[in-house]
């Protein structure tokens, strides 16, 4: 909810960076319970128990999953249709849980056929790795929002492609974008001829937001025009600087 909240007086880029938040906050769960499972699993990896009730446990198990696989295909389609990482972390949570609930239909299944008590334990260590993995996961993807991370290099140069594919552009540069939530932002200079009047230039400018905008239709897009050729210290020639 805060974070579809649109910009305000105090916040003019809007509230998008609270996904990220949320984000971590859900990986900070997935994390604690990897490191719970991984407490039990070594317990039990001492100290071997014998399982009890396997059958009523694999009957509950097996509703949970019928429920929690409903719920993961409505957060697809809230994914698909907001791109919320909120919505994606809190996925990976769901996700965790109907793979839990697998090893651990597994994991009772063969003790009950084998004998052997020390399958449970092990089954719970993978599962262990396997929420690991996906909590950093999800941490990185909020680190990168963020951070302001770029948009990935295909879509830059989808952006850069239809910018310049208006007759009157000459070039491109300093192009910016960033994520926040749901929000997508976008800055570039457009390098026009320095003949033109503010007008013509503004106009130009405008086609091509609107190019940009059909292909990104929730950007926020800024276009800066500039002279052709003007020599002005740039973004791209800094960030070139320092690579070198």
């Given at each position: 909810r805060q974070a579809a909240q649109p910009p305000d007086r105090a916040h003019r880029y809007g509230h998008g960076k609270a996904e990220a938040i949320g984000a971590f906050v859900q990986?900070?769960?997935v994390l604690g319970s990897a490191l719970f499972l991984a407490s039990e699993a070594v317990g039990r990896l001492i100290s071997p128990q014998p399982i009890e009730q396997s059958r009523l446990g694999i009957a509950v198990l097996l509703l949970a999953m019928l429920l929690t696989a409903a719920l993961l295909g409505f957060q697809r389609f809230v994914v698909r249709r907001t791109g919320s990482i909120a919505i994606q972390a809190d996925s990976?949570?769901?996700r965790s849980d109907l793979l839990m609930n697998l090893a651990v239909i597994?994991?009772?299944?063969?003790?009950?056929?084998?004998?052997?008590r020390i399958i449970d334990p092990l089954f719970g260590l993978g599962i262990v790795l396997v929420l690991l993995y996906g909590a950093f996961g999800v941490a990185r993807?909020?680190?990168d929002m963020l951070m302001d991370r770029e948009l990935p290099a295909e879509q830059r140069a989808y952006i850069r492609s239809l910018a310049l594919e208006h007759p009157r552009a000459h070039?491109?540069?300093d192009l910016r974008t960033r994520r926040a939530g749901a929000d997508v932002f976008i800055e570039l200079h457009l390098e026009l001829d320095g003949e033109?009047?503010?007008?013509?230039?503004?106009?130009?400018?405008?086609e091509v937001e609107?190019?940009?905008?059909?292909a990104f239709p929730?950007?926020?897009?800024?276009?800066?025009?500039e002279p052709a050729g003007l020599a002005d210290e740039r973004l791209d020639a800094q960030i070139a600087a320092a690579e070198r």
């Open positions: 990986a900070g769960f990976l949570h769901y597994a994991a009772l299944v063969l003790t009950e056929a084998t004998g052997w993807h909020a680190l070039n491109v540069h033109l009047s503010l007008e013509q230039a503004h106009d130009i400018a405008h609107a190019r940009v905008r059909a929730a950007a926020d897009i800024i276009v800066h025009q």
